[in-house]
């Protein structure tokens, strides 16, 4: 078996990154009844650092469905669609890079 070159590394973590954006926010979204956002609810310690963590972790899932949402209206223009598409993707890797640096520290 050949070596892994980087392009497959960066699809993997690129992947395991949406996958796990997409759980974190359906979890989210199972517990609240209320889809990921980007939105401040409350303005406590507590309040702040889950919603953050909760940006951080599924912002790839979020931007991927505002993507979603400008490609069904009319009149999106090509240009915002394809940044949009460009941070989906390279929020992914990065997400999926911490992840399973998380998962390589946990089972080590």
């Not at 939105?39 to 469905?65: D, E, K, N």
Request: aromatic share 12%.
């Amino acid at each position: 078996m050949g070596a892994v070159s980087e392009l497959q590394v960066l699809v993997f973590c690129a992947v395991t990154g949406f996958v796990a954006a997409a759980t974190v926010a359906s979890f989210y979204q199972w517990v609240t009844s209320q889809p990921a956002d980007f939105r401040i609810t409350a303005y406590s310690w507590s309040a702040l650092s889950v919603t953050a963590l909760l940006c951080v972790a599924a912002g790839p899932f979020i931007v991927a469905q505002r993507v979603r949402a400008a490609l069904a209206s009319e009149g999106t223009k090509l240009v915002p669609v394809l940044f949009g598409l460009a941070v989906c993707g390279l929020w992914s890797v990065c997400a999926g890079t911490l992840f399973l640096s998380l998962l390589i520290v946990v089972s080590a």
